[in-house]
């Protein structure tokens, strides 16, 4: 089976290699944008491309196509796939009716069957708040209460690598998130643990979280943070699909912490 990886020196598409290759997948094609500097196992069929440029994306012989989020091309790949005989599309979009909609929508347009991957916010997206941990204690955010279970990506690119390689996942959307729903502040307080320090949250109003965010988020600084005052209201519950289809617990906020304290010190 040749599996054909897109994205695959990204944060989570770079995993999913890893994991195909740990789960014993010995015919895999990467496509990246920069082999020379990609770092892949020899074991592994580099490409350069990129899913911008659906033209470049190798789709001949393939046999699974793990798509990684890009939805300006998304529709084209998919079709290209489908006319290339691609038996099966694992996508990695997000939550049903938010931003990465359309990634489902072209999935399905395509006609191929497919298994959608959709996982809430990523751990390492406290990575925003490195710069202000490495200066001091304090960290200066908007929507102090807002609560979600936010998802490792090790363990997203586990669960791709799973439906990848396994059967019986066709036409299934999966819901990924960790284990536990934990507010902005307790994020920050449990980096803190990770490095031995006691971290401090500073709210902020809405519009000054935006304008913080906005050198860093551009245009999606106030779609992040709208997104961060609906949790407040409604936060998100942890569902237990990882541990059901791993066999194994999801990584806690606390390990993710521990695991990438460097991220932050």
Same mark, same amino acid.
């Given at each position: 089976?040749?599996?054909?990886?897109?994205?695959?020196? =990204?944060?989570?598409?770079?995993?999913?290699?890893?994991?195909?290759?740990?789960?014993?997948?010995?015919?895999?094609?990467?496509?990246?944008?920069?082999? =020379?500097?990609?770092?892949?196992?020899?074991?592994?069929?580099?490409?350069?491309?990129?899913?911008?440029?659906?033209?470049?994306?190798?789709?001949?012989?393939?046999?699974?196509?793990?798509?990684?989020?890009?939805?300006?091309?998304?529709?084209?790949?998919? *079709?290209?796939?489908?006319?290339?005989?691609?038996? *099966? $599309?694992?996508?990695?979009?997000?939550?049903?009716?938010?931003?990465?909609?359309? $990634?489902?929508? #072209?999935?399905?347009?395509?006609?191929?069957?497919?298994?959608?991957?959709?996982?809430?916010?990523?751990?390492?997206?406290?990575?925003?708040?490195?710069?202000?941990? *490495?200066?001091?204690?304090?960290?200066?955010?908007?929507?102090?209460?807002?609560?979600?279970? #936010? $998802?490792?990506?090790?363990?997203? #690119?586990?669960?791709? =690598?799973?439906?990848?390689?396994?059967?019986?996942?066709?036409?299934?959307?999966?819901?990924?998130?960790?284990?536990?729903?934990?507010?902005?502040?307790?994020?920050?307080?449990? $980096?803190? *643990?990770?490095?031995?320090?006691?971290?401090?949250?500073?709210?902020?109003?809405?519009?000054?979280?935006?304008?913080?965010?906005?050198?860093?988020?551009?245009?999606?600084?106030?779609?992040?943070? &709208?997104?961060?005052? &609906?949790?407040?209201?409604?936060?998100?519950?942890?569902?237990?699909?990882?541990?059901?289809?791993?066999?194994?617990? #999801?990584?806690?906020?606390?390990?993710?912490?521990?695991?990438?304290?460097?991220?932050?010190?």
């Amino acid at each position: 089976m040749k599996v054909l990886v897109t994205g695959a020196t =990204a944060n989570v598409g770079r995993m999913v290699v890893d994991e195909l290759l740990a789960r014993g997948a010995d015919d895999i094609r990467a496509l990246t944008v920069d082999p =020379a500097r990609a770092g892949l196992p020899s074991s592994v069929e580099v490409v350069r491309g990129f899913v911008s440029r659906p033209s470049t994306v190798p789709l001949h012989g393939v046999d699974v196509l793990y798509l990684a989020p890009h939805i300006p091309t998304a529709y084209e790949v998919c *079709r290209r796939a489908a006319d290339a005989g691609v038996r *099966r $599309i694992v996508d990695l979009a997000g939550a049903k009716g938010d931003h990465w909609q359309e $990634i489902e929508n #072209a999935v399905e347009a395509s006609g191929v069957p497919h298994t959608h991957l959709e996982p809430g916010e990523f751990m390492a997206n406290a990575t925003l708040w490195a710069d202000q941990i *490495r200066a001091g204690d304090e960290v200066r955010d908007g929507y102090a209460g807002s609560a979600n279970a #936010a $998802i490792a990506q090790e363990d997203i #690119a586990a669960v791709a =690598a799973h439906v990848i390689v396994t059967t019986g996942h066709e036409g299934q959307s999966y819901e990924l998130t960790g284990p536990q729903s934990l507010t902005r502040r307790e994020k920050v307080e449990a $980096i803190g *643990r990770a490095l031995g320090r006691d971290l401090r949250y500073i709210e902020l109003t809405h519009d000054e979280a935006v304008e913080q965010l906005r050198p860093v988020m551009g245009e999606y600084a106030e779609w992040y943070l &709208q997104g961060a005052a &609906q949790l407040t209201r409604h936060p998100q519950a942890a569902v237990p699909t990882v541990p059901e289809l791993l066999g194994r617990p #999801a990584k806690t906020y606390e390990q993710w912490a521990r695991d990438h304290a460097g991220l932050f010190r």
